[in-house]
């Protein structure tokens, strides 16, 4: 090699004697060209890290502190509302609230018959810290620093332990060092309710069902798509959620007797006649009975419904394999999805199934500018068949969100209308 080659190498601090720095001097050359031409994006995988990091901004960091709530139980709905209460408490205490389990059946009181399943495999957990961000937290439990710096803290109950009480303990709360506070106790749905409706809505809009389950109900909704094709196309569809099972009938009867109200429970016959006289409602279309099918007296749920209007439950869909190969909390997933779908939905105002999918579709309507949900003039109408409105027909419904807690949808109400509403 000529003098002055081996000068402008040895700028480099490279002396090339011998075959291994010929070799290492070529793999830095290419290394140094590689960083300075490729994109961002293969640079040694580090935007991908940088990702990963953003989405797990909790893990190991010891200054994060976080909420631990007892198993979530009962039906959909009531594990929803019993969610986004336990959010709402993290949130207070300025806590992310570790991921809680759910319990897929409805055997709530047989602790051993519970069937425990984890939030992300009904949920969306990183599209509800995505959609929530700035407002609630969910973390994992493997986020936790220090597994033995958890304080347990029982949960009040019982007649004396008021709501007063109640919210004085978590004000107590939210100065504890701890890194984890566990809340021992009753199930967070029956916990007290400090929250006006508003909050919870933000939670329940973070709440995206897995793709699973949502395209299980994309099968059901084409199989009503492909009934209503003999009639017309497209045809309207109404959902139904009948309330007429017997530990439904039970329920409410136990109810009106205690409230002194004559009108939570609904018959077959005054569903089937309040559905008919919509005011508005056009014709041909498809009834969705959305009815836990196991829990009915008889199959006679088809009959009696008036002219033009076409009633279709699970067996006449055939889509019954569809829901029975899941427990029963994916199965009350996929019905709810299917009725918040539809074109108009008639529901009890007393039910939370109910009451949750009316507030959906109230959000949906104030979003697109509706105020007044009245009639069938408007987007994602929804009734009460509890109640008679005009002409015989069921009462409009849409969701009040200026009240101040969540009382009228965790346990129902006949002071519903659907006046001007403002979502907060």
């Known amino acids: 090699m000529d003098s002055t080659k081996l000068k402008r190498l040895r700028l480099f601090g490279i002396r090339l004697g011998s075959t291994l720095s010929k070799t290492l001097f070529l793999i830095v050359t290419v290394l140094f060209i590689r960083t300075l031409f490729l994109p961002d994006s293969f640079r040694f995988g580090s935007r ?6 953003s989405l797990n901004s909790n893990s190991g960091n010891p200054k994060t502190r976080f909420l631990e709530v007892p198993q979530i139980v009962w039906g959909l709905n009531n594990q929803k509302i019993a969610f986004a209460r336990a959010c709402l408490t993290a949130r207070l205490l300025n ?9 897929a059946s409805l055997f709530y009181k047989e602790i051993d018959q519970l069937q425990p399943i984890s939030f992300h495999k009904v949920f969306q957990f990183e599209k509800f810290n995505s959609l929530c961000k700035n407002f609630i ?7 936790i620093h220090n597994h033995s710096d958890i304080v347990t803290i029982q949960k009040g109950s019982g007649r004396r332990w008021t709501s007063e009480r109640d919210l004085d303990q978590l004000n107590t709360l939210k100065n504890h060092k701890s890194e984890t506070i566990r809340l021992a106790g009753k199930n967070p749905f029956l916990w007290h309710d400090h929250w006006p409706v508003t909050d919870y809505a933000n939670v329940f809009e973070c709440l995206v069902l897995v793709d699973e389950i949502s395209k299980e109900a994309d099968k059901v909704v084409a199989k009503i798509t492909e009934f209503g094709s003999k009639y017309n196309n497209p045809v309207p569809y ?33 569903i089937t006649t309040r559905v008919t006289n919509i ?3 056009k014709t041909p279309t498809i009834l969705y009975l959305a009815v836990a099918d196991a829990l009915l007296e008889n199959g006679s749920i088809l009959n009696g419904w008036g002219p ?3 009633p279709v439950e699970k067996k006449k869909l055939g889509v019954v394999d569809i ?13 709810y999805e299917v009725c918040l779908r539809s074109d108009v939905f008639v529901g009890n105002s007393y039910s939370t199934f109910s009451s949750l999918v009316v507030l959906e579709r109230s959000q949906k309507m104030l979003k697109m500018g509706v105020e007044r949900g009245c009639g069938m003039d408007v987007r994602w109408p929804s009734f009460a068949y509890n109640l008679e409105g005009e002409f015989g027909g069921p009462r409009p419904w849409m969701t009040e969100f200026s009240d101040l807690s969540l009382q009228a949808i965790s346990y129902g109400s006949n002071n519903i209308s659907c006046g001007e509403r403002k979502l907060g």
């Open 137 to 143: 937290q969910l973390g994992r439990y493997s986020d």
């Open 48 to 53: 991908n890290l940088h990702e990963f990091d």
């Open 323 to 335: 829901y029975k190969k899941h427990p029963y909390l994916i199965q009350s997933a996929i019905d």
């Open 279 to 281: 005011p508005g409602l």
């Open 238 to 270: 109404v959902a139904v959620h009948m309330r007429i099972e017997k530990d439904w009938m039970i329920h409410c009867k136990k109810r009106e007797q205690r409230s002194n109200i004559s009108d939570i429970c609904s018959n077959k016959n005054e």
């Open 95 to 103: 806590r992310t609230l570790l991921m809680p389990s759910l319990s």
């Open 308 to 310: 033009g209007l076409h």
